[in-house]
């Protein structure tokens, strides 16, 4: 699963989604603004935007320059995966959000980042945040994967794996468990430079050491602010009683 996944979760998102930048890229909203306002981060990165939709004999992958150019490639009776990187322009968010209704709360913290990993659901979809790590350079780094899903009324099929088969919720899921299985590879690599450090305080417990275990100190702290609130976002997606997520794809939820 997390081999197939990870190229997708390179790409991060479904139905209006979007990815943060990292802890650095904080977007500053005036004190006294009413809630629900859009401000882009000094740093934020140029807005990309491409469209997947799949049908029950297609399935097709388009870059856009716009959220216009996106909107008209919506497919009915099709799954539309409007995946969103960067983001630098808040025009965008915010016409995908007056047209899929989407909350102008829930669109503040996506360009609000970095937001603890959460699950919350408003009348005709769910809105998810994921905290996504990754090794660049040697060292753990975060991001916001934030995470919108309705509704839709036929099933998709056009090539091999349950994915073509399924509605929004499992394509959801797919994310949810591919970024889950992200983690490991970065858990392994953080053991083995404990047990590194361990072996070099014991031979050489010099301030170059120090320093190095208090930068995994960090690095730890920062994995569990991403981690362990998945465990509470997962329960909320098993627990609620809501059409958008549907009996099977709470079993393969069990399953993350």
């Known amino acids: 699963m997390a081999s197939r996944m990870r190229d997708v979760v390179r790409r ?7 990815v943060g930048a990292r802890r650095r890229r904080v977007a500053r909203v005036h004190p006294g603004a009413p809630p629900g306002t859009l401000v882009a981060a000094e740093a934020a990165p140029p807005t990309r935007i491409s469209v997947l939709t799949w049908t029950r004999a297609t399935a097709t992958f388009e870059e856009v320059p716009d959220a216009e150019s996106a909107l ?8 539309t995966w409007i995946n969103v990187d960067g983001l630098g322009d808040v025009g965008a968010l915010t016409r995908l959000g007056e047209h899929f ?10 360009l609000n980042v970095p ?21 660049l350079e040697g060292a753990a780094h975060e991001e916001q994967v934030s995470l919108f899903f309705g509704p839709v009324r036929d ?33 392994e ?22 320093a190095d275990m208090q930068r995994m100190r960090h690095e730890l702290l920062a994995l569990r602010r991403a981690v362990w609130p998945m465990r509470e976002e997962l329960g909320v997606l098993l627990r ?10 709470r079993v393969f939820l069990r399953d993350v």
């Open 155 to 187: 099933a998709i099929r056009a090539g091999r794996g349950r994915v073509r088969e399924a509605a929004a919720d499992y394509v959801a899921y797919l994310l949810l468990d591919a970024v889950v299985d992200a983690y490991f590879p970065i858990i």
């Open 12 to 18: 991060k998102r479904l139905l209006g989604a979007a």
């Open 101 to 110: 209704g989407l909350h102008a709360l829930a669109l503040e913290d996506v």
């Open 72 to 79: 008209a490639r919506v497919t009915p009776g099709a799954v």
């Open 240 to 249: 609620d009683e809501t059409a958008l997520v549907s009996a099977e794809t």
């Open 115 to 135: 937001q603890r990993a959460k699950v919350e659901r408003y009348d005709k979809h769910m809105f998810v945040v994921m905290r996504t790590i990754r090794m």
């Open 189 to 210: 690599h953080i053991g083995e430079r404990m047990q590194a450090q361990e072996t070099a305080a014991l031979e050489d417990p010099s301030e170059v050491v120090l």
